[in-house]
């Protein structure tokens, strides 16, 4: 199975920042990955999907770059409706896998 | 508008069974591919089965091989998952979600507790 990490587990940033995420798979797995948002009691909901295409209503602060084994994500200014936890998961081979999460916060 | 409803959770002993079942509705059923991704504090996301739009590709995760079978009956709309032999890492949030590669539907998912 292709193991996803994600750096940082949490973080803190104030509004306004620029917040960037990681996430490495443990293989190539080209463009094949995608970013999930999901806030507490709700469902993970698709923001960036094929590493960068930005999924349709989502917001333009929210980008995604990577191909290969290292991808990231890019909030361009915080805000408080960002807090959430962000998930990265690999469409390159069955089982699918999630990465474990980073938790963003507002400080 | 696009759904998905889960239903048949529930608290169940080790070893015991449990079918869940997702209604959908807002979209043509029978284009998609549907996914089983289930959810623990623990644990994370983990993805747990998928079914092609005929219901003739069913995948698995390793871990629950053997143990649960998805299924569609596209006449209903509706996705299954029959879970045997629950163990207790089984316990968790279950989400019914569409797609093969790109999940943009989620339901609101169902909770499975296994303990006796």
């Known amino acids: 199975d292709i193991q996803m990490t994600q750096s940082p587990s949490s973080l803190s940033a104030s509004v306004g920042d620029r917040v960037t995420i990681t996430c490495q798979a443990s293989?190539?797995?080209?463009?094949?990955l995608n970013w999930y948002q999901q806030k507490p009691g709700k469902a993970p909901k698709l923001l960036i999907y094929d590493a960068s295409k930005l999924e349709t209503g989502v917001t333009t602060t929210y980008s995604g770059r990577g191909s290969g084994t290292d991808f990231t994500f890019t909030i361009s200014s915080l805000q408080p409706e960002d807090t959430a936890i962000y998930f990265c998961q690999q469409f390159h081979n069955l089982p699918r896998t999630f990465g474990p999460g980073t938790e963003v916060q507002i400080k | 508008e696009v759904q998905l409803e889960e239903s048949g959770g529930g608290l169940v002993q080790p070893g015991g069974s449990l079918r869940l079942s997702c209604e959908a509705s807002?979209?043509?059923?029978?284009?998609?591919?549907m996914t089983w991704v289930r959810q623990t504090p623990g644990k994370g996301l983990e993805w747990v089965a998928n079914?092609?739009?005929?219901?003739?590709?069913?995948n698995y995760v390793d871990s629950v091989k053997g143990r649960f079978t998805i299924s569609r009956d596209n006449a209903k709309n509706t996705l299954y998952l029959q879970m045997n032999n629950l163990r207790a890492d089984d316990a968790a949030l279950y989400y019914c979600v569409r797609g093969l590669n790109h999940h943009r539907c989620w339901g609101q998912g169902a909770l499975v507790s296994v303990s006796s």
């Open positions: 293989q190539d797995i080209s463009y094949h």
């Open positions: 807002g979209f043509t059923f029978t284009a998609f591919w």
């Open positions: 079914i092609s739009p005929d219901g003739s590709e069913k």
